[in-house]
């Protein structure tokens, strides 16, 4: 079930300055990304992971090749692409609310329409409660989820996740992935999701991409079926599966043999 084409990586190249001369952090990635895809990326830390959502977010340009997202070159940020970072980076001078809002105001929606959107997402997030709490009021995980809301009263076209959830326990960690199964089902948002962890990436991603060490480049693409499925809330159950872990194997296997 193919969706339409939302993002193309084309033979995409970064070097990197650096004293010792040129560092190649990606050599000639493409990747063609359809809309409602969960694309989970994985690799050996320094292969270029944050580089190359760092391009696709416009941060920086690649050296070569071109990121395309509707057909149109990125040429810089844009709410188009809302960034999840490992530290949700909250404003701490804001509310929850005021943080939500920060994005469409800054796009001129006006303060009723703004208050809306903020609240839907909040509510969505779980959150609506706590909107006029200060964000260091929160725990790390409600912090993220903040952060989720955020980026998504954007209504960017694609969430780019850098280990979101990299910095939160192991029971928080599983209640987050949930949360996003559930957010991502019903925005039908194509994520884009970097983890180091192979189990995270088979739970969530409908595609795996495994990247080489550095100079970073795509090893392997592989698809994956569970979260598309109900987990009925019971994710050790899926985790534990035969299915799944034959599919986890095979990841680490893939990262392994290089
Ligand atoms: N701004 C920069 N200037 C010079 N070199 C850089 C810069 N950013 C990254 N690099 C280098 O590029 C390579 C890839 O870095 P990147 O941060 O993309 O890796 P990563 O896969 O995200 O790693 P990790 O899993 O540890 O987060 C590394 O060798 C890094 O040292
Ligand atoms: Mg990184």
Redesign the pocket.
Known sequence: MAGRPILGIDDVVME???RDGP?T?LERVSLAIVEGDFVCVV?P????????LRIIAGFVAPTRGEVRLDERRILGPDHQRGVVFQQPALYPWLTVQANVEFGPKMRGVPAGRRREVAEHYLRMVKLLDFRTKATWELSGGMQQRVAIARVLANDPRILLMD?PFGALDALTREHMQDELLRIWKETKKTVFF?T?SVEEACYLGTRIVVMSP?P?RVLADVDAPFSRHASNGDSRAVKSSRDFVALRERVLELIWVE
Request: aromatic content about 6%; overall charge positive.
């Open positions: 990197y300055a650096s560092v952090a690799g830390s320094g292969c270029g992971k944050t580089t190359l280990e970097i180091h550095r970073g």
